[in-house]
């Protein structure tokens, strides 16, 4: 696999402001971009305090939701 493209490729398709990514308390802590995700259009890491949030958060760079299952 190429580290340079995403795994899955269909994603890109839809914006970030538009994903609900769910985690479990296992998963954390949170950061974005995940593990995984393109490299050439990433932002900066940052962490998702979603247990500080009432269980959901969204990420300051891309608008991604991020929600706690567990």
Known sequence: MNPNTAAHPQDFKTPNTLKAIQVSRSDLPV????????????????????????????????GALYELVD
């Open 31 to 62: 950061h974005c971009p995940r593990d995984g995700e393109s490299l050439w259009n990433s932002h900066p890491r940052v962490y998702i305090p979603v247990e500080e949030n009432g269980g959901q958060a969204r990420c300051i760079y891309c």
